[in-house]
C-alpha cells in the first residue's frame, strides 16, 4: 500500500510539473511561491492589527499558531528527511534550489494554512481568497519541483491544525 501512495504521489508531481512546462507557468510559479515567504505574513498582520478592529484578533491568533506549528513543522521536516523531488529523481532539474534539503512537511504550504485559516477564523469573508491563495502556494511548491503532493497536504494539515488547536484559547 505505501508503495502505491508513493508511486502515485510521484505520478500526481510529474503530471503538475509537466504541466507547469507545457504552459509556461515557472515564472508564474515562482511568483506566487515567493508570495508565501514569512515577511509577508508579519507586513499584512501588523498592517491589519494597526488599521482595523480584528486586526488585534488576526495577529494574535497568528502568532499563536505559528508557535504552535514553527516547532512541530522542523521537528517533522528534521525526522522524516524525505529528500525533495528535484534532488532525489534521477534526470529532472527544477532550476530553483529550496533553502533546505528535506520536503516534508512543506512549511510554505503550512505558514500559508496557518494565514488562511487565522483569516477564516477573524475574517470569514475573505476565508476564500485566503485559502485559494494558500492553495496557490502549495501547487507552486509541486510546480517549482521541491515538493511532493503529499509533502502540500502534510503542510496544509499541519498549518490548518495549528490555528484549531490554538483558536479556542486566544
Known amino acids: 500500500m505505501l508503495s502505491y501512495v508513493a508511486d ?5 508531481f510529474c503530471h503538475i510539473v509537466s504541466f507547469t512546462q507545457r504552459h509556461g507557468l515557472y515564472a508564474h ?17 501588523v498592517g491589519l492589527m494597526l488599521t482595523h478592529a480584528q486586526g488585534q484578533a488576526l495577529f494574535n491568533l497568528m502568532l499563536a499558531s505559528f508557535l504552535m506549528e514553527l516547532p512541530l513543522y ?19 532539474e527544477s532550476g530553483f534550489e529550496p533553502s533546505d534539503r528535506f520536503s516534508l512537511p512543506s512549511g510554505h504550504t503550512a505558514a500559508a494554512f ?15 481568497i485566503a485559502f485559494l491563495w494558500a492553495f496557490s502556494i502549495g501547487g507552486s511548491r509541486i510546480a517549482l519541483g521541491v515538493h511532493y503532493p503529499l509533502d502540500i497536504l502534510a503542510g496544509a494539515s499541519l498549518g490548518m ?6 483558536h479556542p484559547v486566544i
Open 161 to 166: 491544525g495549528a490555528v484549531l488547536l490554538v
Open 8 to 12: 502515485l504521489d510521484k505520478r500526481m
Open 29 to 45: 510559479a515562482k511568483r506566487v511561491s515567493a508570495s508565501g515567504d514569512g515577511h509577508v505574513y508579519l507586513y499584512l498582520s
Open 114 to 128: 496557518v494565514m488562511a485559516m487565522s483569516v477564516a477564523q477573524v475574517y470569514p469573508v475573505a476565508a476564500p
Open 74 to 92: 522542523l521537528v517533522l521536516k528534521n525526522s522524516i528527511r524525505r529528500t525533495r523531488p528535484c534532488h532525489a529523481l534521477v534526470g529532472f
